[in-house]
């Protein structure tokens, strides 16, 4: 069977037959889980034994290493004290079953709000994600964790070559030049930020575990508490800097109506993004005082990146035109060059609280 129709859902059957592998007990209740990547469904499954979340994976796309890897980190981050959807073993002992051209994993389903851009919030998920950090650095693992980074990617500056084409596939009305125009400016931005980076020594940085991507959809609240940490699949191991980068550009974005992206303000939320800053600092002050000239240009890095990959494969960002995110990206991009000073001020001032 082709992994596109494994895709598409997790059927009764299917949740009846795998779940035997589980001691959970008899399966009361299921319903189908939104959000995440399409080619791994989930599925909330009531049982006699508490609630929790079954994920299919194409087997073929799945490195099992990186999905035991995650499931240490995971383990890891728990042992810390962080509220962590945690991987069940089976009854076989293994976090993860195998069946045919599928990957199973059952997670312990938390309860808890989506973010709600409140400061408070953004600070105990700043707090959180140090609080990962440090215990990530008892953890040991010897095998290899194939890492991909933001920061220096070829892949970024190959995507940015491929996005006109993909745009003007996806969207046959758009104007082909003012998008290659706009690819080509973010890709001298993404360059600059690259080589600030390299500049200031990041080759040489010590790696560690981290979660690799640590934004709001992925952080459940209980109303300012974080009450759950999900989606491990993008751990890896890089400077720890490049993942408080990411989470400082996550929860300061401002955003509005998908349909109306290019009126979205490109400016960062200043108070979401102290109160996260905050937040880090009061477990790792030390890691971000070091490196807060680092942090901006890792940001436009971050910004960059993680709207042209996809961009670059269909044309689109989600359900938003290839163009219109490219356009944002772009303001926002320059934002962060032409603020760059200020940035890491704040930070500065942040971290010696």
Excluded at 34 to 53: A, D, L, M, N
Aim: proline share 5%; with cysteine; net charge negative.
């Amino acid at each position: 069977m082709p992994s596109e129709t494994l895709a598409s859902s997790i059927s009764l059957d299917e949740v009846n037959d795998i779940m035997t592998r589980w001691e959970v007990g008899k399966v009361r209740e299921l319903a189908p889980m939104t959000g995440g990547s399409r080619q791994s469904p989930k599925v909330r499954i009531v049982t006699e034994r508490g609630t929790f979340v079954l994920k299919r994976r194409p087997a073929l796309r799945a490195s099992l290493e990186r999905i035991r890897f995650a499931h240490q980190v995971m383990l890891a981050a728990g042992t810390a004290g962080l509220p962590i959807a945690m991987a069940q073993p089976a009854r076989d002992g293994s976090t993860f079953q195998v069946q045919g051209e599928s990957i199973y994993e059952l997670f312990l389903f938390l309860p808890g709000e989506r973010w709600k851009r409140a400061p408070r919030q953004a600070f105990t998920s700043g707090r959180a994600l140090a609080t990962l950090h440090e215990s990530a650095l008892q953890m040991r693992w010897s095998g290899h964790v194939n890492a991909s980074c933001f920061h220096g990617n070829l892949i970024v500056v190959e995507a940015l070559r491929r996005v006109p084409g993909a745009v003007a596939t996806a969207r046959s009305n758009t104007n082909a030049i003012e998008v290659a125009a706009v690819a080509e400016q973010l890709s001298s931005l993404y360059q600059q930020a690259s080589e600030q980076v390299d500049q200031q020594d990041y080759e040489n940085l010590a790696s560690q575990v981290v979660h690799g991507d640590w934004h709001p959809g992925n952080i459940l609240f209980d109303e300012d508490r974080v009450s759950g940490v999900l989606d491990f699949d993008s751990a890896r191991l890089e400077p720890a800097i490049a993942d408080v980068a990411n989470g400082l550009l996550q929860y300061a974005t401002r955003a509005g109506p998908s349909r109306a992206v290019e009126t979205w303000p490109h400016e960062l939320d200043e108070q979401l993004f102290c109160s996260f800053a905050k937040g880090f600092s009061e477990v790792g002050a030390a890691t971000l005082r070091e490196f807060v000239s680092m942090v901006p240009w890792l940001m436009i890095e971050a910004c960059i990146a993680e709207a042209v990959i996809p961009i670059a494969k269909c044309g689109m960002f989600s359900s938003v035109p290839g163009d219109h995110m490219l356009t944002l990206v772009l303001r926002r991009a320059q934002w962060l060059h032409d603020n760059y000073e200020g940035l890491a001020r704040r930070l500065l001032l942040e971290s010696m609280q």
